[in-house]
């Protein structure tokens, strides 16, 4: 009767089977810790530590590594498992042993966990049980049959135990020793092996005689398996154990602040240069404190890659002030002048100007904006290099007018500036001279990217705007090379002075001093000033941040390379290619039929397109009249107009400005003071006729200025001189 039934129990049994086996399959999760939260770690490029954030529940336990090294993997084995290289996950009779004794003593003493039931027990978190013990041996062996024993090392390694809030192998060799892990001596490898044994007893303030004996031990069972020898093991025994745990690294603390949370981040930071550059820029700063300058930031790129390699957020953390947290690096502050050589190279590339163009440098006043130099002064005419060398302002607002705040303003954010945040327009013809505000990371990284447009081999695309090596570059390049050094060192005549393309910038009020320098390998961008915003008379580009960019430049590896003019000479006007053109040494435009001295120079495209010479008449170099005025007194050996007519204009208004809207000032006493009208004459010994709304208001020569205090109200004030000549200004005055 029995028989005819074994065939229907069959695919009972087998369906039974199928689901134990399936149920075994798929018991263990994907992901054994996948709640658990890690330290935010941060490496330089070489793989070493920069610097580390707790855990979001208050552990240092950093993200897990695929392997261990050697020696610990050897100590904790030995200390833990010894057969651990053998067994499937479980070892029964290590089980059997620990059972018996539990029975003995009537407590738990003992627990046979192997390693990989351990890893399970990290894993889930539960109740040390009977049954749980089961269903952790259960799953170790299904832990065996997905991974390696070297990843269950690992794992074991990542979210062991160490005592007080360390959790992990390398957070225990980073907080006990100093060092990473496969950097430990065979006796700090045997001290970490034992702790997770009882991390709650054994502790650097506490239970340490206990912790010295199980380390000992353990060394001596090394020596008896032959993993370490006698005088090794002699060593070690004399190694004292740590005495508090130690701060983490901290050499980039603010660049650590910025990168992704709760993960391992591998930089492009160079861990030795970021440590000369970090020293160099605090001992700056310590210097700089004592003149009220308390905050101090740099930027290091490798230009030919565009990756960062040095990052000092805010200089000198260990001095107490506000601010000290602030990364300056990443603030927006306002700009000053370091965006004048975008405007530059972008004027030359659309063939605006060319490398030497006469720039006005006469005073204006555009709707109430009237910029001003940084030394007060005009000077009528300067060639645009020297313009942008000098970081003149006036130049700069004409040209920005020529080229465009809205296109300008696209240039700038095209070039990765994400601090432009409101409407062209509301920053105006100020935008070029700090009317913005800038990033010093953001900054930097503009500028390497123009050093990297004209750099062979380098990986960085090339600048926004161009499909080719940029010629307009090298020329600002060039310029920048000019900028008067504050060692007042001269490249030309040491050898040894390294060569540099740099910028200065000063913000309003001596808030902000920015430097920026390039070499073809590196950009190095600094910036000084308060984090809190309190301006400090004196703090300028050049004596406080330029200094600091040519001390960080000393640290990096010397070169006596510099940028290669890009392109080959052509002549054909409607190629891509930079072409060889005639140029007026005088005016710095092309040159015109009566321009009697020129050069050749390889320009780009566009600028073949430009205006000739306007400047050459008649066989005489003549300057409008306002800029002449400014010009001449320094340019002594500038002749002017030799000849009636060999000008078109033969006077103008040096101030005020067509359109200007004037408010009059007054005395003490309440008295209008009113304001001085300024005209240039091309003639040394004009006599000019004034007039105000049509009547007749004073006569002079040689030195054309005449005081007024016009009603309030809208005016036309009109100078005539004695060949009929007359020019006209309307303007408006103010309450």
Same mark, same amino acid.
Request: proline content about 7%; glycine content about 8%; some cysteine.
């Given at each position: 009767?029995?028989?005819?039934?074994?065939?229907?129990?069959?695919?009972?049994?087998?369906?039974?089977?199928? $689901?134990?086996?399936?149920?075994?399959?798929?018991?263990?999760?994907?992901?054994?810790?996948?709640?658990?939260?890690?330290?935010?770690?941060?490496?330089?490029?070489?793989?070493?530590?920069?610097?580390?954030?707790?855990?979001?529940?208050?552990?240092?336990?950093?993200?897990?590594? !695929?392997?261990?090294?050697?020696?610990?993997?050897?100590?904790?084995?030995?200390?833990?498992?010894?057969?651990?290289?053998?067994?499937?996950?479980?070892?029964?009779?290590?089980?059997?042993?620990?059972?018996?004794?539990?029975?003995?003593?009537?407590?738990?003493?003992?627990?046979?966990?192997?390693?990989?039931?351990?890893?399970?027990?990290?894993?889930? &978190?539960?109740?040390?049980?009977?049954?749980?013990?089961?269903?952790?041996?259960?799953?170790?062996?299904?832990?065996?049959?997905?991974?390696?024993?070297?990843?269950?090392?690992?794992?074991?390694?990542?979210?062991?135990?160490?005592?007080?809030?360390?959790?992990?192998?390398?957070?225990?060799?980073?907080?006990?020793?100093?060092?990473?892990?496969?950097?430990?001596?065979?006796?700090?490898?045997?001290?970490?092996?034992?702790?997770?044994?009882?991390?709650?007893?054994?502790?650097?303030?506490?239970?340490?005689?206990?912790?010295?004996?199980?380390?000992?031990?353990?060394?001596?069972?090394?020596?008896?398996?032959?993993?370490?020898?006698?005088?090794?093991?002699?060593?070690?025994?004399?190694?004292?154990?740590?005495?508090?745990?130690?701060?983490?690294?901290?050499?980039?603390?603010?660049?650590?602040?910025?990168?992704?949370?709760?993960?391992?981040?591998?930089?492009?930071?160079?861990?030795? /240069?970021?440590?000369?550059?970090?020293?160099?820029?605090?001992?700056?700063?310590?210097?700089?404190?004592?003149?009220?300058?308390?905050?101090?930031?740099?930027?290091?790129?490798?230009?030919?890659?565009?990756?960062?390699?040095?990052?000092?957020?805010?200089?000198?953390?260990?001095?107490?002030?506000?601010?000290? &947290?602030?990364?300056?690096?990443?603030?927006?502050?306002?700009?000053?002048?370091?965006?004048?050589?975008?405007?530059?190279?972008?004027?030359?590339?659309?063939?605006?100007?060319?490398?030497?163009?006469?720039?006005?440098?006469?005073?204006?006043?555009?709707?109430?904006?009237?910029?001003?130099?940084?030394?007060?002064?005009?000077?009528?005419?300067?060639?645009?290099?020297?313009? #942008?060398?000098?970081?003149?302002? $006036?130049?700069?607002?004409?040209?920005?007018?020529?080229?465009?705040?809205?296109?300008?303003?696209?240039?700038?954010?095209?070039?990765?500036?994400?601090?432009?945040?409101?409407?062209?327009?509301?920053?105006?013809?100020?935008?070029? /001279?700090?009317?913005?505000?800038?990033?010093?990371?953001?900054?930097?990284?503009?500028?390497?990217?123009?050093?990297?447009?004209?750099?062979?081999?380098?990986?960085?695309?090339?600048?926004?705007?161009?499909?080719?090596?940029?010629?307009?570059?090298?020329?600002?390049?060039?310029?920048?090379?000019?900028?008067?050094?504050?060692?007042?060192?001269?490249?030309?005549?040491?050898?040894?002075?390294?060569?540099?393309?740099?910028?200065?910038?000063?913000?309003?009020?001596?808030? !902000?001093?920015?430097?920026?320098?390039?070499?073809?390998?590196?950009?190095?961008?600094?910036?000084?000033?308060?984090?809190?915003? &309190?301006?400090?008379?004196?703090?300028?580009?050049?004596?406080?941040?330029?200094?600091?960019?040519?001390?960080?430049?000393?640290?990096?590896?010397?070169?006596?390379?510099?940028?290669?003019?890009?392109?080959?000479?052509?002549?054909?006007?409607?190629? !891509?290619?930079?072409?060889?053109?005639? $140029?007026?040494?005088?005016?710095?435009?092309?040159?015109?039929?009566?321009?009697?001295?020129?050069?050749?120079?390889? #320009?780009?495209?566009?600028?073949?397109?430009?205006?000739?010479?306007?400047? *050459?008449?008649?066989?005489?170099?003549?300057?409008?009249?306002?800029?002449?005025?400014?010009?001449?007194?320094?340019?002594?050996?500038?002749?002017?107009?030799?000849?009636?007519?060999?000008?078109? &204009?033969?006077?103008?208004?040096?101030?005020?400005?067509?359109?200007?809207?004037?408010?009059?000032?007054?005395?003490?006493?309440?008295?209008?003071?009113? $304001?001085?009208?300024?005209?240039?004459?091309?003639?040394?010994?004009?006599?000019?006729?004034?007039?105000?709304?049509?009547?007749?208001?004073?006569?002079?020569?040689?030195? *054309?200025?005449?005081?007024?205090?016009?009603?309030?109200?809208?005016?036309?004030?009109?100078?005539?001189?004695?060949?009929?000549?007359?020019?006209?200004?309307?303007?408006?005055?103010?309450?």
């Amino acid at each position: 009767m029995a028989g005819p039934r074994h065939p229907r129990l069959r695919p009972g049994i087998s369906l039974g089977l199928a $689901v134990i086996l399936l149920a075994y399959l798929f018991c263990l999760p994907r992901n054994l810790f996948k709640d658990t939260v890690y330290s935010t770690v941060v490496e330089s490029a070489e793989g070493e530590l920069l610097g580390a954030r707790i855990a979001e529940d208050g552990q240092w336990r950093f993200p897990p590594c !695929d392997t261990v090294p050697e020696r610990f993997a050897t100590a904790l084995v030995q200390f833990e498992d010894r057969h651990f290289r053998w067994h499937p996950g479980v070892n029964p009779v290590a089980m059997g042993r620990a059972l018996v004794q539990n029975l003995r003593s009537g407590h738990v003493v003992s627990g046979g966990s192997t390693i990989t039931m351990q890893v399970i027990r990290l894993s889930r &978190q539960k109740e040390r049980t009977v049954k749980q013990k089961l269903i952790e041996s259960i799953l170790a062996t299904r832990l065996e049959l997905r991974y390696s024993k070297r990843r269950i090392l690992a794992l074991y390694a990542s979210h062991a135990p160490f005592g007080g809030n360390v959790v992990g192998l390398e957070a225990a060799a980073w907080r006990y020793f100093g060092r990473p892990a496969s950097e430990l001596s065979w006796a700090e490898a045997a001290t970490l092996a034992v702790l997770p044994n009882a991390p709650a007893t054994l502790h650097l303030s506490r239970g340490r005689e206990e912790l010295l004996q199980k380390r000992n031990r353990l060394l001596k069972r090394l020596l008896e398996h032959g993993d370490i020898g006698a005088d090794t093991y002699a060593a070690a025994l004399e190694e004292p154990l740590p005495q508090a745990p130690l701060p983490l690294p901290a050499f980039a603390p603010h660049y650590v602040e910025n990168c992704p949370k709760g993960v391992r981040t591998r930089t492009s930071l160079r861990i030795g /240069l970021q440590k000369a550059v970090t020293a160099a820029v605090d001992r700056q700063s310590d210097d700089l404190a004592r003149e009220g300058v308390s905050d101090l930031a740099a930027v290091v790129m490798d230009n030919r890659t565009g990756e960062v390699v040095a990052y000092v957020g805010n200089a000198s953390p260990y001095r107490e002030r506000p601010g000290v &947290q602030v990364d300056i690096a990443s603030s927006p502050r306002s700009t000053g002048s370091i965006l004048k050589p975008f405007l530059y190279e972008a004027a030359l590339e659309e063939g605006l100007i060319l490398p030497r163009t006469l720039l006005p440098d006469i005073p204006v006043n555009l709707g109430g904006f009237a910029p001003q130099n940084f030394d007060r002064q005009f000077y009528g005419a300067v060639p645009a290099a020297e313009a #942008l060398a000098r970081s003149l302002n $006036v130049p700069a607002v004409f040209l920005l007018r020529q080229y465009g705040v809205p296109k300008f303003y696209s240039l700038l954010q095209a070039r990765g500036l994400t601090t432009l945040t409101r409407s062209p327009e509301t920053y105006g013809l100020s935008l070029i /001279l700090g009317g913005a505000e800038g990033r010093l990371d953001e900054i930097t990284a503009a500028y390497s990217a123009m050093a990297a447009s004209v750099i062979t081999g380098s990986e960085q695309p090339v600048m926004a705007g161009t499909d080719r090596p940029s010629l307009a570059t090298w020329y600002t390049l060039d310029a920048l090379k000019e900028v008067n050094r504050p060692d007042e060192l001269d490249w030309r005549l040491i050898r040894s002075v390294r060569k540099a393309a740099w910028k200065t910038g000063t913000s309003y009020g001596f808030r !902000d001093a920015w430097a920026v320098g390039m070499t073809p390998e590196y950009t190095i961008g600094v910036w000084a000033g308060n984090a809190e915003g &309190q301006g400090v008379p004196g703090l300028t580009g050049a004596r406080t941040a330029g200094p600091v960019m040519f001390d960080i430049l000393g640290l990096l590896p010397a070169s006596n390379d510099w940028f290669e003019m890009p392109g080959q000479a052509g002549h054909d006007e409607n190629s !891509d290619r930079p072409s060889l053109a005639k $140029v007026c040494v005088a005016s710095g435009y092309l040159a015109g039929p009566e321009c009697p001295q020129t050069e050749e120079l390889l #320009l780009p495209s566009a600028c073949l397109e430009s205006d000739p010479c306007p400047y *050459h008449r008649n066989g005489e170099f003549v300057l409008p009249p306002a800029m002449e005025w400014f010009y001449k007194p320094h340019h002594p050996e500038y002749v002017g107009a030799g000849k009636k007519g060999a000008s078109a &204009q033969v006077m103008e208004f040096i101030y005020p400005s067509s359109g200007t809207v004037l408010y009059l000032p007054r005395q003490l006493s309440g008295e209008v003071e009113g $304001v001085v009208f300024r005209v240039a004459h091309h003639s040394t010994d004009a006599t000019l006729w004034w007039h105000l709304d049509q009547s007749f208001v004073g006569e002079t020569r040689f030195i *054309h200025e005449l005081r007024l205090a016009p009603p309030i109200g809208k005016h036309t004030l009109t100078v005539v001189d004695g060949d009929g000549n007359s020019v006209t200004l309307p303007f408006t005055v103010a309450e």
